[in-house]
């Protein structure tokens, strides 16, 4: 089994930045892919970013304006948000791909989903 935790969300103001980090644990030798969604209340979960775990490799939603990045030493993903705007108001959730072949963009492709953490942009 593969355990993930998000940490880094917050309260900043348009315009401000914030660093999410997503932790991996247990079974982390299985995880393929980290993706980073977002939900905002009432909204479907969107796809945000994806990184694969061994090559770096990205794919980015259109017109993104945030980072993935890992650091495979350490099991750990971060999305690194600048510019940040009100619509970008979110629980922001990481998530593992286990290979499936799935759409990359797609919820359903990822096995595994931390707890989510919250990020709010005042304007």
């Known amino acids: 089994q593969v355990q993930l935790v998000e940490s880094g969300g917050g309260l900043v103001q348009a315009g401000g930045s914030l660093r999410l980090s997503c932790a991996a644990s247990?079974?982390?030798?299985?995880?393929?892919?980290i993706g980073w969604f977002r939900q905002a209340p009432g909204k479907d979960r969107d796809f945000v970013a994806r990184i694969h775990w061994g090559t770096g490799s990205t794919i980015y939603s259109d017109s993104m304006r945030f980072t993935i990045s890992r650091d495979s030493a350490k099991n750990m993903v971060y999305l690194q948000m600048n510019s940040l705007k009100p619509e970008d108001t979110a629980v922001y959730y990481c998530a593992g791909d286990r290979g499936s072949g799935g759409l990359l963009r797609l919820p359903a492709t990822y096995a595994y989903w931390g707890q989510g953490t919250q990020v709010t942009v005042s304007s």
């Open positions: 247990g079974r982390s030798s299985s995880i393929y892919a």
